[in-house]
């Protein structure tokens, strides 16, 4: 070979590999997702930690709040921007995160899917309301967008998932935490119910107990969602109790599973666990990853 061909070949080769490796292993701020986030509390918090440490490939751009004070700090750590409205956001985003409520959630995800922006919720009990859910999944479907829930603050939903392809025969949840964190103690915002021992709050059909406490029910919306059936719930109230649990117990014509989840609750909100904030951070990896492990 000509000395002079094998050294321009030479170089066109590593000109490639450089480009291949830039794209893969290099910043890639070029195709990082750029994010809107809707609620700027514990969930938030700890998302932009993590993005700070240089641990997420998102761009945190927008922050959203009534609380103008809160999403104005925590866009200032992700080097993003502060906006009043969620309208304000949706033309330059990828994707929004709502980290805000369930009454929130209900308010804004039909306007987010309509602009045809894919969306993570984490008030899935937004959906225990059938006709809402029903409604939002026509909208994503006409603006061919996602929308995502993340599994939140239990495990096994994967299992959960496979066995639902099957005969589901039961679904119970047990949910035992502290009265601050169930939001019924004497503090400003909660039912008010004192308690100095051990209480059952409610046991029934987990439909029947929205509205009724301060804490959301996305643990029973996921279970309920991904079976199509409805969950028998229960919720007991134990001032000795320092963090969240949660036990899942379900019966079908694949055997039975049951899972115990013990959450460390954020320092500064006791009713958000950390492993919540966790799973929307694994969910926003698993979305542009090539290989996806679960089912």
Known sequence: ???SVGYKLLERNENLLSQVESSDHGDRKYDAQVIGIIGCGAITKIITDFQKEGNLDADLKYFQDPDAGKAQNLAFQA???????????LDEVDLVIEAASTRIAVEIIPQILRKGKDIIVTSIDAFLDLEFKNQVKSIAFENNCKIY?????ITGLDGVKAASIGEITGINLLIWNSPDALGISSCEGSLGI?????ILLFEGKAQYAVGKFPINLNIAAALSII????VDLKIIADPRANHSYHEIK???????????TQ??????????SVLTAYSVIKLLENINNNIKIGT
């Open 1 to 3: 070979m000509n000395r």
């Open 79 to 89: 080097d993003g921007m502060f906006v009043q409205d969620v309208s304000d956001m």
């Open 149 to 153: 829930a993340p599994s939140g603050d």
């Open 194 to 198: 004192a308690t100095d021992e051990e």
């Open 227 to 230: 079976t199509d059936r409805e």
């Open 250 to 260: 379900v019966t079908g014509d694949f055997g039975e599973l049951e899972t115990i």
């Open 263 to 272: 959450n460390t609750n954020w320092a500064t909100d006791t009713k958000t």
